[in-house]
């Protein structure tokens, strides 16, 4: 392994979505993350082709409801700096594997909660998923336009945004603490928290009266006619973001608005006039014609892609923003270092994959080890 958490283990409790992009952020960087699957368990770890969240990980299948298993699940997490668990408040104390057991066999344990809802509160218990924790957070009441439903952002802000790189954060966090002298601890990641937390901006422009309480009347909600999506002539859409004065003018100098009502950008009583202005413009060419155009320049212009045309954009190709991972495209590692060198993914492992080689370096003879496969441990 190689990256700046070259030196880290962390041991990932499988799971879906969050977790298992905490795990896949802290590999990425070079950590050596065991994922612990459940036997039979095929939903979360079944090592299908192409599996960006499960990259570059080691798999060890445990039955941790055999005394054995658990003992096992016990001794990984003694040899780790921190661990990832996502089930919901009290399965893994139920399992016997809560912070008190984990943090008394190693004070030095940093303990990663990841939650929709927190580890407290009325809603702790229930179940959810991230359009949910992103409504209660209000942070889905701000995506959409004026008069329309809120518009899911897939499952970006709460599962992934707000919670699975909140989450690897404070995990990073808690090890320098361990690293200036510090004990271990618990991480309580709730994805409604974290959610909440990337609406700070906004939070800001509403203190201030910058910003109004209601969907699609701002100027970074779809509300204002220099920062939204236009639908071209070939059906395809660019998006605009001019927002300075200076880029203001230069995308009316490209799209060729002369009419002085155009100089009222930031009457927000013209904005839906404006709008349907620019949007009968940007009719009039097709995509490509507009890239021509605009992008590249300071308009604050590019075209909305969809996931395999933006793999294939020149400039995501010069960068490498897209690797193939055993055959299959999926994003790079991010973000990147000047002088430490991470190590390319790897494929996502199957359940079970690793079981071997992890119990050898924990000091297991291969009788040992035959004999915890022969009584159903290894799953």
């Not at 599996?51 to 298993?69: C, M, Q, V, Y």
């Not at 701000?142 to 707000?162: A, H, I, M, Q, S």
């Not at 605009?294 to 969809?306: K, N, Q, R, S, Y």
Request: aromatic share 6%; with cysteine.
């Amino acid at each position: 392994m190689a990256g700046p958490l070259q030196d880290i283990r962390v041991v990932e409790f499988a799971g879906l979505g969050p977790g298992p992009f905490c795990a896949m952020m802290l590999a990425d960087h070079g950590a050596d993350v065991i994922r612990i699957d459940r036997p039979g368990n095929s939903l979360v770890a079944a090592g299908l082709p192409g599996d960006a969240l499960g990259r570059s990980r080691r798999s060890i299948t445990l039955n941790t409801k055999h005394e054995t298993g658990l003992a096992l699940a016990r001794q990984l997490c003694k040899s780790a700096d921190a661990i990832i668990e996502g089930y919901r408040p009290g399965v893994m104390e139920r399992l016997g594997l809560g912070p008190d057991v984990l943090l008394g066999d190693n004070p030095k344990l940093v303990y990663g909660r990841m939650t929709g809802w927190g580890q407290t509160g009325p809603l702790a218990q229930a179940a959810g998923h991230d359009i949910n924790y992103i409504a209660l957070s209000g942070v889905l009441g701000t995506c959409g336009r004026k008069g329309e439903r809120p518009v899911p952002p897939v499952n970006y802000l709460g599962d992934f945004g707000g919670g699975g790189m909140m989450l690897a954060f404070g995990i990073v966090s808690a090890l320098l603490h361990v690293r200036n002298g510090g004990e271990g601890q618990v991480i309580d990641a709730a994805m409604t928290d974290g959610s909440a937390l990337l609406s700070a901006m906004t939070w800001s422009q509403l203190n201030s009266g910058l910003w109004k309480d209601k969907r699609g009347v701002n100027w970074l909600d779809t509300g204002a006619h220099f920062y939204d999506t236009y639908e071209c002539a070939d059906g395809e859409c660019i998006s605009i973001g001019a927002i300075e004065p200076q880029f203001y003018s230069l995308l009316r100098e490209k799209a060729g608005l002369e009419d002085a009502a155009f100089d009222a950008q930031l009457d927000a009583s013209k904005w839906p006039e404006l709008k349907d202005r620019l949007a009968d413009i940007f009719l009039t060419r097709t995509r490509a014609e507009w890239c021509e155009i605009m992008e590249g320049t300071d308009v604050c212009f590019a075209p909305v892609l969809g996931l395999r045309e933006a793999r294939d954009h020149p400039h995501n190709r010069a960068r490498e923003t897209f690797i193939e991972v055993g055959g299959h495209p999926m994003p790079a590692p991010a973000p990147r270092y000047s002088s430490t060198q991470t190590a390319p993914p790897r494929p996502a492992p199957s359940a079970g994959a690793d079981s071997h080689s992890v119990l050898e370096e924990l000091g297991y003879e291969e009788n040992e080890i035959a004999a915890m496969r022969a009584a159903g441990v290894l799953g």
